[in-house]
């Protein structure tokens, strides 16, 4: 079994967050240290380390958080004006904590992904 990380301790219940969706599979809650007027993050329930570590068994999950993210976009107002959906992976990638996460960005422009 993963070891338990923030994010997993926040889909059980264990730390609180502001959560915005959840079910069997993914959790999702607002980051606390947003970059975008609408920053939340979509977390599988279970530990997957990182993208990387994703397996076909996992497409079901990996579903799960894109069309969840799509649908708080809806929500959250954001949808028509566009959003950006986000995974980092790793150190090169920028992932902070070892528990796969999507990030979904938006509520103003957004500009360039990356600058040159």
Do not use: W
Request: net charge negative; with cysteine; proline share 6%.
């Amino acid at each position: 079994m993963a070891q338990d990380t923030l994010f997993s301790k926040i889909a059980s219940g264990e730390i609180p967050a502001d959560i915005v969706y959840q079910d069997d599979l993914v959790t999702a809650f607002r980051d606390i240290r947003p970059l975008t007027p609408t920053h939340v993050l979509v977390v599988p329930n279970r530990v997957i380390p990182t993208l990387a570590h994703a397996s076909a068994d996992d497409e079901a999950v990996l579903g799960r958080m894109v069309r969840v993210a799509a649908d708080i976009a809806e929500k959250e107002g954001i949808a028509e004006g566009g959003y950006r959906v986000m995974i980092n992976c790793r150190d090169h990638g920028g992932q902070e904590i070892y528990h796969l996460h999507l990030h979904l960005l938006g509520g103003r422009p957004l500009g360039p992904m990356l600058v040159r």
